[in-house]
């Protein structure tokens, strides 16, 4: 690598785009055909994902508030999308057709078609300083975690309206979801624990109170990262 990586993302087709942040470059590769290109951006940048085809790469660039389309064939950037707040954290939903983006700027998700025309079809306000996200398939959930604080914010994707709220013990690091859509795991960074909501159990009210915590699991100092395997 020419400098060191901040985030990474693989296709299905083989290709790995690797951020390089601060420095401003991307590294594209594909190591079956032994690709290597350097794509260079101009100012730093946050994560990198691959649109849901492989064709294109969604870039974010956190300096400009915007994300950049780059086409992977090409390694050309043949669009670029201003944004309300910095893209600090993005997340797609399960069949890949939206992007969530939060980050400075918003207490906001911004809701990205990244097909066809690049374009923002609606800024969702929801939760405090929202930060790293994750999305359940049915149902069609996205939690958001307060980058500040210990709420998760849960969001019903089809409808786009926060249907519930839950103190989770801690400042979350990481969300994922179990491959049965039943749980909702939250990395806890400050408590070193990781927190488990019930998914199915989460319930719709008013007052946004019918979430609640399955269990606490004390994993250790300063989680950062999950990683969850289907038992045979």
């Not at 994560?47 to 992977?72: C, H, K, N, P, Y």
Request: aromatic share 6%.
């Amino acid at each position: 690598m020419s400098a060191e990586p901040l985030s990474f993302d693989v296709s299905a087709a083989g290709f790995v785009a690797v951020s390089t942040g601060p420095q401003g470059t991307i590294e594209l590769l594909r190591p079956a055909s032994g690709l290597h290109k350097v794509i260079e951006v101009g100012g730093p940048i946050g994560s990198v994902r691959f649109r849901g085809d492989g064709q294109m790469l969604l870039v974010a660039r956190t300096d400009e508030r915007s994300i950049l389309a780059i086409d992977v064939a090409t390694q050309q950037i043949v669009a670029e999308l201003p944004l309300a707040m910095q893209p600090d954290h993005l997340c797609f939903n399960a069949d890949q057709g939206q992007l969530f983006v939060t980050g400075k700027g918003m207490d906001g998700v911004a809701i990205v078609f990244p097909y066809k025309t690049m374009e923002v079809d609606q800024t969702v306000l929801a939760a405090r300083n929202p930060g790293v996200m994750a999305a359940s398939d049915t149902p069609d959930y996205l939690f958001i975690a307060s980058s500040n604080g210990s709420d998760v914010s849960i969001l019903n994707i089809d409808t786009r309206k926060l249907i519930g709220v839950v103190d989770v013990g801690g400042q979350s690091e990481f969300i994922a979801i179990t491959p049965d859509n039943r749980f909702a795991l939250v990395l806890n960074k400050t408590a070193g624990t990781m927190a488990v909501i019930h998914i199915p159990t989460i319930r719709t009210n008013r007052a946004k109170n019918g979430v609640s915590l399955f269990t606490l699991v004390d994993v250790g100092t300063k989680p950062v990262h999950v990683a969850v395997m289907p038992l045979a």
